[in-house]
């Protein structure tokens, strides 16, 4: 598995929430869709699960299909990047001439252009968020008249619906970096972490056919929720990996089943 680096560059420019810029992007434009071809797109779990949902297959076959795992430098954790066409331009797979066909579902990295967010690219955590743009040679749409603050740019693209979605992920990442590199997961911890992340479908799987309902003390309500909502269960899946690799949280492990385990596991060993 490659480890993936932050190798863009951009202009050392740190842009708050209420920095403004001048940008649009449409068809009239000669660079339309260059912007979506050579690059490395990281996928987000609410990205895999907008995709997956608009393409009506399963996690596991979009994960199969079109991504790409990486171990993000410093974290030691496994992500995915969007698995680009074997053509001269290493084209984005849903890119046309005419545009995006999944425009709607598109992931977070697409929505933000000609912006970056940097708890997405590896930078040290801020006390507010801080944001720059990625300023291609090619893209005339900074030539248009169109001004925007950043705010208005996040909400006008949707993409503050997604940062609050992958809010509590973003995080986990963002902590995981500051945890000394010589400190190293276990292969275990690591799938764990690429399921509940990225596999919406299997995580699923885990909890409701595994001993985990056994193992885990976790409420009736709860155990509702996330049965009936993918959201619900991916926001479960997240609050569970930050007690896999923090112990924080309201997880808690019955013992009386853990017991159990580890005498069934004893006897087999």
């Not at 990442?173 to 276990?186: D, F, H, Q």
Request: charged residues 30%; negative net charge.
């Amino acid at each position: 598995m490659d480890v993936l680096r932050n190798s863009a560059k951009i202009p050392p420019v740190q842009l708050t929430a209420n920095s403004t810029f001048k940008f649009a992007c449409h068809k009239g434009l000669s660079c339309f869709t260059r912007c979506c071809r050579g690059i490395n797109i990281t996928l987000t779990p609410y990205d895999i699960i907008r995709l997956k949902n608009r393409m009506q297959i399963t996690s596991d076959e979009f994960l199969a299909i079109y991504t790409v795992p990486h171990l993000l430098e410093k974290t030691d954790l496994p992500v995915v990047t969007l698995k680009m066409m074997d053509d001269e331009d290493k084209s984005c797979p849903f890119v046309r001439e005419e545009g995006c066909i999944v425009y709607e579902d598109r992931p977070t990295t697409c929505r933000y252009y000609p912006l970056g967010v940097g708890s997405l690219s590896h930078k040290e955590q801020q006390t507010e968020g801080f944001y720059f743009f990625v300023q291609e040679d090619h893209c005339r749409g900074f030539e248009e008249d169109r001004e925007w603050t950043v705010d208005e740019w996040r909400r006008d693209q949707g993409v503050d619906i997604y940062d609050a979605v992958n809010a509590e992920w973003t995080d986990l990442i963002v902590r995981k970096r500051s945890i000394p590199s010589n400190i190293r997961l276990t292969q275990k911890t690591k799938n764990m972490f690429f399921t509940a992340s990225y596999n919406i479908d299997q995580f699923r799987r885990f909890v409701f056919e595994s001993s985990f309902l056994d193992l885990y003390d976790v409420d009736k309500k709860t155990v509702e929720r996330i049965q009936a909502d993918e959201l619900e269960l991916l926001e479960f899946g997240f609050q569970w990996l930050r007690w896999l690799l923090f112990k924080e949280g309201d997880f808690h492990i019955n013992e009386a089943a853990a017991a159990s385990r580890r005498k069934k596991t004893d006897s087999k060993g």
